[in-house]
T-cell receptor, first 112, second 115 residues
C-alpha cells in the first residue's frame, strides 16, 4: 500500500515566523488531506488537496501529484498554530472505499 | 450541519472488561471509518462501512474487536476483554463521495485508558 512520510518531525518557531511542512507519498493519490490535531486530539480539516494549490488565510498548500509530494505553508505563525500537523493520503485507482494512510506528523511549537 | 460526534469522549476501564463506543456520522455521509491512534503516531485504520456493509477490516482488528453499523446510520465499536495495549484514542470519520471528492471528516475521538 501507499507510504506517507512527513518532515520535519519536530519544528520550533518564533511567533511571526514562516514555515514549510513537507509530505511525500509513494504512489498516485485520489485524496490528500492536511489536518491539524489540537491538544484535545481533534483532527481539524485544513485542506483537501489531491493536486494544485489552495489558500486559507495564513495557511496554504500545494500538491504536485506527478512528483508525489505536498507542502503546507504557514505564514506569520501564532501560538495557536501549535500542535501536530498530519498529512494523509488515499491511494489512486481505488473507488474511495478505502482508508486514509497517515504520516507520523510534524509537531509544531510556536513560541511567543 | 453538525459534525461527526463520538461518545463517550473518555473511558477508563479495568483490564478484562468490555467497552463499547458510539459514532454518529454527518447525516448524509454513507461511508464511516474507524481509526486508532496511539501516542506519538498517526491514526491507523481499523475498519470501514459503506452504508450498513462492513467492507474492510485491518489486521489490527483482532477477534476481540467488533464493529456494527445497523441501518447505515450510527456505528458502534466494541472491544471485549480489554488489554492494556488497547489504550489509545479511537477516532471515527465519515465521508460522502461528491464530484470525485473523497474528503473525510473526523469526530473528536474516544480516549480509552485500560488500567
Amino acid at each position: 500500500g501507499i507510504q506517507v512520510e512527513q518532515s520535519p518531525p519536530d519544528l520550533i518557531l518564533q511567533e511571526g515566523a514562516n514555515s514549510t511542512l513537507r509530505c511525500n507519498f509513494s504512489d498516485s493519490v485520489n485524496n490528500l488531506q492536511w489536518f491539524h490535531q489540537n491538544p484535545w486530539g481533534q483532527l481539524i480539516n485544513l485542506f483537501y488537496i489531491p493536486s494544485g494549490t489552495k489558500q486559507n488565510g495564513r495557511l496554504s498548500a500545494t500538491t504536485v501529484a506527478t512528483e508525489r509530494y505536498s507542502l503546507l505553508y504557514i505564514s506569520s505563525s501564532q501560538t495557536t498554530d501549535s500542535g501536530v500537523y498530519f498529512c494523509a493520503a488515499l491511494q489512486g485507482g481505488h473507488s474511495g472505499n478505502t482508508p486514509l494512510v497517515f504520516g507520523k506528523g510534524t509537531r509544531l511549537s510556536v513560541i511567543a | 450541519d453538525t459534525g461527526v460526534s463520538q461518545d463517550p469522549r473518555h473511558k477508563i476501564t479495568k483490564r478484562g472488561q468490555n467497552v463499547t463506543f458510539r459514532c454518529d456520522p454527518i447525516s448524509e455521509h454513507n461511508r464511516l471509518y474507524w481509526y486508532r491512534q496511539t501516542l506519538g503516531q498517526g491514526p491507523e485504520f481499523l475498519t470501514y462501512f459503506q452504508n450498513e456493509a462492513q467492507l474492510e477490516k485491518s489486521r489490527l482488528l483482532s477477534d476481540r474487536f467488533s464493529a456494527e453499523r445497523p441501518k447505515g446510520s450510527f456505528s458502534t465499536l466494541e472491544i471485549q476483554r480489554t488489554e492494556q495495549g488497547d489504550s489509545a484514542m479511537y477516532l471515527c470519520a465519515s465521508s460522502f463521495r461528491q464530484a470525485n471528492s473523497y474528503e473525510q471528516y473526523f469526530g473528536p475521538g474516544t480516549r480509552l485508558t485500560v488500567t
